[in-house]
């Protein structure tokens, strides 16, 4: 290692989202603490960033976080998945691709924004998923180019 390639630590949120998490006071959740937290709020949006070192998305949508959070007039918790839960909470959403907020009420599921997105629509697709009501979350899909050749998925 020399000093212009830092050793990247796998198991941390990028320096980014890790300041945006301290500057906001965000909550950080893990599996056994995501339920309890997010029903402490009326509705809660969760950040599953993935990974930062190979994702620039993760980086663009931790910036995007706090601005939604104040176009939503502060009415949205912020939270934020610790690193080590971000395949449950990937498995437990069943979301196809990092980075993901996944949007839920009292922590029941309301939907999901996969990747990052144009601000307008980010501004057209909230109203919709904020207005749902609470159900399970979609059947998982395989990204398109993964079917068998006999089609399954």
Same mark, same amino acid.
């Given at each position: 290692?020399?000093? *212009?390639?830092?050793?990247?630590?796998?198991?941390?949120?990028?320096? *980014?989202?890790?300041?945006?998490?301290?500057?906001?006071?965000?909550?950080?959740?893990?599996?056994?603490?995501?339920?309890?937290?997010?029903?402490?709020?009326?509705?809660?949006?969760?950040?599953?960033?993935?990974?930062?070192?190979?994702?620039?998305?993760?980086?663009?949508?931790?910036?995007?976080?706090?601005?939604?959070?104040?176009?939503?007039? &502060?009415?949205? &918790?912020?939270?934020?998945?610790?690193?080590?839960?971000?395949?449950?909470?990937?498995?437990?959403?069943?979301?196809?691709?990092?980075?993901?907020?996944?949007?839920?009420?009292? &922590?029941?599921? *309301?939907?999901?924004?996969? &990747?990052?997105?144009?601000?307008?629509?980010?501004?057209?697709?909230?109203?919709?998923?904020?207005?749902?009501?609470?159900?399970?979350?979609?059947?998982?899909?395989?990204?398109?180019?993964?079917?068998?050749?006999?089609?399954?998925?």
């Amino acid at each position: 290692m020399n000093a *212009l390639s830092p050793e990247i630590d796998r198991n941390a949120h990028s320096p *980014l989202l890790s300041s945006i998490i301290a500057r906001h006071a965000y909550a950080v959740v893990g599996e056994e603490t995501l339920d309890a937290v997010a029903a402490q709020h009326p509705l809660a949006m969760l950040l599953v960033a993935g990974d930062w070192w190979r994702l620039a998305e993760s980086d663009d949508l931790a910036v995007v976080v706090p601005e939604l959070d104040k176009a939503l007039g &502060g009415h949205v &918790g912020v939270l934020v998945a610790a690193r080590d839960a971000e395949r449950a909470m990937q498995r437990r959403f069943r979301f196809a691709s990092f980075p993901a907020l996944i949007f839920l009420r009292e &922590g029941a599921y *309301l939907g999901a924004m996969e &990747g990052i997105l144009d601000w307008s629509d980010y501004l057209a697709q909230l109203p919709d998923m904020l207005a749902r009501e609470p159900s399970d979350p979609p059947p998982f899909r395989m990204p398109s180019g993964c079917a068998t050749p006999q089609g399954d998925a």
